[in-house]
């Protein structure tokens, strides 16, 4: 049995694009976030365990990018990365209010402003 019952690992496939029209699962993300029983982020959970909130994004032939699920002023949610330098956050659309279920959407909007839209592949125990 898990320590942290309320963390998931959460795998986001990139969904159809005029690139991809298929879709691509080697595009995406995976992280870890506590949910509530609906599949939501608690907000609550992740101040106690933000350190264990981290994400992988892996994008076709780049490097994967290592970070950590932030709780961003206002309520909204991002992924930041541990990278030197100045990027930007990749910021999830309306992240609070989505259910993180296989086979729900999401958005994320990449460090262009790009908005690109992800399908839940799985949600596990950590």
Not at 26 to 36: R, S, V
Not at 41 to 58: M, N, P, Q, T
Request: charged share 30%; with cysteine.
């Amino acid at each position: 049995m898990s320590d942290y019952p309320a963390l998931k690992k959460i795998r986001l496939n990139l969904a159809r694009t005029k690139d991809h029209p298929n879709g691509s699962a080697q595009h995406g993300y995976e992280f870890t976030a506590p949910l509530d029983d609906s599949g939501h982020i608690d907000a609550g959970l992740w101040k106690k365990e933000r350190d264990h909130c981290r994400v992988r994004r892996f994008w076709g032939g780049e490097e994967e990018e290592i970070g950590h699920l932030v709780h961003r002023p206002g309520g909204s949610w991002a992924f930041h990365y541990d990278i030197e330098g100045e990027d930007d956050d990749e910021a999830g659309y309306r992240f609070g209010s989505h259910a993180f279920q296989p086979g729900e959407y999401v958005s994320i909007k990449d460090e262009d402003g790009d908005l690109f839209t992800f399908q839940v592949v799985t949600v596990s125990p950590v």
